[in-house]
């Protein structure tokens, strides 16, 4: 291998990337746009439900409880109902995703026996949304429950509520706030890198063969593997310049607890590259236009990345036939690492199995891509 063929053929590759607008917008402005998008637009918090409330009751304890949803950071009351017919109205044309209904003997019942029941209608075309409302909505009911049970005591000579035989006091770690953003925008980076890496690289070749240089290519005395290492070694410097610019957002921008080290990070992102740049000069190769090898790579990287990676479904809950099919994709190791060094902060002895993922990976892609191309015009 020489290192004066190889600087030649790397700068030719740079000075592509520098004249071709299309090239330079990947680089630029693609991680820009899809941590902007991605990062605020997928959002897995639900706050400010639309609901609406129907109080057929109107006593003290029913305004009460109804004051409890209003002042909630997690409902918005957007209407106040005066029958069933405007509740069903207000749900059926989606101005309401749950209504909230107070029975006539609310009262009379929390007095008699210090319990009683509401009715809450939930729109569930989205089963999610409908089962996160309607967790919401029992929080609110348990926090009223406790006041009414210290009232209920009260006014039968007791000193306090008995207290409930077991209680749950929970810890949570890594993402106390509970904040999905911090467990989107680490797989957000994923995305970026395997988009960004294998678009670039997915023109290496076509282009050589659109632009009708290719038999320049093959007449000079670079080997295959100088070709390769020559197109692919400016792809994977930007490639690290863009995780450099997805960690500084994801930090300053989003504010994602980075409880890790730069070495773990860099060290499998470089790995991932490898695999990612692997992929597009393959896919280059096969196909000689730059429009179908571009699209291919779109399909091949950002449908399995941002479906089967756990970057925002977790696999764990996928059917077992899909779980194994996850093993294939090379973003499922380099999401588990990321969400591992972003908010545990966990080093690479923790991290060992997903990382021999990733370097097994890298070694049959890297393998595939040096034997793919040949100096030959057929």
Known sequence: MNALRLRAIARKEVLQVWRDPRSLMIVLLMPIMQMLMLGYGVNLDLKHIPICTYDREGSQHSEALLKGFAASEYFDVVKVATDYAAVTAAIDGGTCRMAVVVPQDFSER?????????????????????????????????????????????????????????????????????????????GVVAVVMALVGAQLSSLTISREWERGT????????????????????????????????????????????????????????????????????????????????????????????????????????????????????????????????????VGMTALLEPILGLILYAVIVAFLAARAFRKRLD
Request: aromatic share 10%; glycine share 6%; charged share 10%.
């Open 110 to 186: 929390l007095t008699d026996t210090g319990a009683s029941s509401v009715q809450a209608i939930l729109d569930a075309s989205d089963d999610n949304s409908a089962t996160i409302a309607a967790g919401y909505a029992q929080a609110v009911i348990d926090q009223f429950e406790q006041n009414v049970q210290i009232w209920f005591a009260g006014n039968h000579g007791q000193s306090m509520a008995p207290p409930p035989p077991i209680s749950l006091e929970s810890r949570v770690w890594f993402n106390e706030d509970l904040e999905s953003r911090n467990f989107i925008i680490p």
């Open 214 to 345: 290719m038999e320049l290519l093959v007449s000079t005395p670079v080997t295959p593997m100088e070709v390769m290492l020559g197109k692919l070694a400016p792809y994977f410097v930007i490639g690290l310049l863009d995780a450099v610019l997805c960690l500084v957002m994801a930090v300053l921008w989003f504010a994602v607890p980075f409880r890790g080290t730069l070495l773990t990070l860099f060290a499998t992102t470089s790995l991932f590259l490898v695999a990612v740049l692997g992929i597009g000069y393959l896919i280059s190769v096969a196909i000689r236009s730059q429009i179908g090898a571009s699209q291919i790579a779109l399909l091949v990287t950002m449908l399995p990345t941002a479906l089967l990676s756990g970057y925002a479904f977790p696999i764990d809950q996928m059917p077992a036939p899909i779980q194994w099919v996850t093993y294939l994709v090379h973003a499922r190791y380099y999401v588990t690492i990321l969400k591992a060094v972003f908010l545990k902060g």
